[in-house]
């Protein structure tokens, strides 16, 4: 079975702050792991993902995330929040033999001026 | 390209009542997923079609809920006889369906509020 846990369902940060979002995950084969990003009233957009290879992945808008086998973790990082960052972030797992996805419970970001 | 559409974007319905929903996924792609989003359950996987056969229908919450796609494209969600707590956002997704599972592109949802 998989599953993914993200601490802090609310996470507030000034504008140019490190953003730092966790997420830990149990997975009995080795896992694929996902962040989406969801604005108001939108739809989920991926922002990275992890499937195999390099442990650090890089994705849109200065996002990344690094795959710690020996932590379970896949926390994501941007080195300077801007306001338009504001939004609610998801970790998901999913791996070779699974076609869904396994979502955390979501943080909230708010980035203040 | 046009990405994932969902109607209707909102639905109000009474107890009871039947409802479908519908997803159009991406041209090209043959794997579709539903989801749904409450603020009780997060995000749950509900089943995934793979053309028109459902391979993993395990997150259905109860036989009121059933889903089918035509022609490996459009696919429609049926709830039956609907209660409060089915009041979520239910996403649908879809994927070139390739292996290793590979990128899900989600809809923007149908908001269903049932009274």
């Known amino acids: 079975a998989q599953s993914v846990t993200q601490l802090g369902s609310h996470v507030s940060v000034s504008e140019g702050a490190l953003v730092l979002l966790r997420c830990n995950y149990s997975s009995s084969v080795p896992p694929y792991l996902f962040w989406y990003v969801q604005y108001p009233n939108q739809g989920l957009q991926l922002l990275l993902k992890?499937?195999?290879?390099?442990?650090l992945v890089k994705g849109i808008n200065g996002f990344e995330a690094e795959f710690k086998k020996s932590e379970t973790s896949f926390h994501l990082t941007k080195p300077s929040a801007h306001m338009s960052d504001a939004a609610e972030y998801f970790c998901a797992v999913s791996s070779y033999n699974t076609d869904k996805l396994i979502f955390g419970t979501g943080t909230r970001l708010q980035v203040f001026p | 390209g046009a990405g994932v559409s969902q109607s209707p974007s909102n639905k109000v319905t009474e107890k009871g009542k039947d409802v479908e929903l519908r997803c159009d996924p991406i041209?090209?792609?043959?794997?579709l997923y539903w989801y749904r989003q409450s603020l009780g359950q997060g995000l749950e996987f509900l089943i995934y079609?793979?053309?028109?056969?459902?391979?993993?229908k395990s997150g259905l919450p109860s036989d009121r809920f059933s889903a089918e796609r035509t022609g490996g494209s459009v696919s429609t969600l049926t709830i039956q006889r609907t209660q409060q707590e089915d009041s979520a956002v239910y996403l649908c997704?879809?994927?070139?369906?390739?292996?290793?599972?590979?990128?899900?592109?989600f809809g923007p949802g149908t908001r269903l509020t049932v009274l």
């Open positions: 041209s090209g792609h043959t794997a």
């Open positions: 079609f793979q053309g028109n056969s459902a391979p993993d």
């Open positions: 992890y499937t195999t290879g390099a442990t």
């Open positions: 997704a879809s994927s070139l369906g390739l292996r290793p599972p590979d990128t899900q592109y």
